[in-house]
């Protein structure tokens, strides 16, 4: 690429399309889409992520007109967003099975602000979440991200992105599993729950002297929070492999 090319219409049109795509990633990938994160500095980090990945930017292959550009966008912006869908379906799983944590736990009715999704949520739910961050930044998703959008430059034109029905087919089987690996990663506690709930309606049988609102609560959820912390190991185990799973669905839009 010489310096005359960079300045024609067709570069600087796709500069445009880059940036959207980078813009569309930092708007719905988990870790970037953080609201923590002020929305200009998601969008500087756009534009100089869009500089970075210029020279390896292919010609645009598309005829330049006011509706194909706008069409374009559009395409950018979905390829985002099914980006975004299918990574933090696979990451609310961690949140979904902290909701039913909670329940078990007595704590659904304490919840706090998410500072990354900026909605009410149990705070354990909270806990796992925040957790569940760190263990991304560990095994470098961010990097993931980057290496993903370089290769998506060599496989999918900027403008060309195009949902298919893998994509919608894999997204509703995906929801379901998300679910199911939520009642996995909570069974634990929840499982115990259940069986402290049974131990003490024996207790309160046989001793009717028993309150279970001043010693049963607080045993339950000593008891919870030595599980959570026991199985916490495996539960970030579960969400690398659904996010690695994630990532190889992602291949298959090329």
Known sequence: ????????????????????????????????????????????????????FYSSMPPLAMDITL???????????FLGL????????AFNAITFAGGQIS??????????????????MPIISQFLSLVA????FAIDMHHWMLLFIDSSLQHIPLGGFVMSENLFGYIIQAMSNMFL??????????????????????LMKTMPQFNLLVIGFPIKIMVSFVVL?????????ILKNQMLQAFNFLEMLF
């Not at 961050?133 to 991304?136: G, K, N, S, T």
């Open 103 to 120: 329940f078990m736990m007595g704590f659904s009715l304490a919840s706090a602000i998410d500072p990354q999704s900026g909605v009410s």
């Open 67 to 77: 509706t194909n550009l706008v069409l374009a966008i559009l395409s950018e912006l």
């Open 82 to 89: 099914a980006i975004g869908v299918v990574l933090q379906i």
């Open 229 to 237: 912390i026991a199985t916490l190991t495996a539960t970030m185990l």
């Open 181 to 202: 690996v939520g009642f996995m990663i909570a069974f634990p506690i929840t499982a115990l729950g259940w069986l402290t709930d049974v131990i003490f309606g024996m």
């Open 1 to 52: 690429m010489t310096w005359p090319q960079v300045f024609t219409e067709s570069y600087i049109v796709g500069f445009i399309l880059l940036f959207f795509r980078f813009g569309a990633l930092f708007m719905a990938v988990p870790i970037f889409s953080h609201n923590s994160i002020p929305m200009n500095i998601k969008a500087s980090l756009a534009f100089f992520f869009t500089i970075v």
């Open 133 to 136: 961050l760190m263990i991304l």
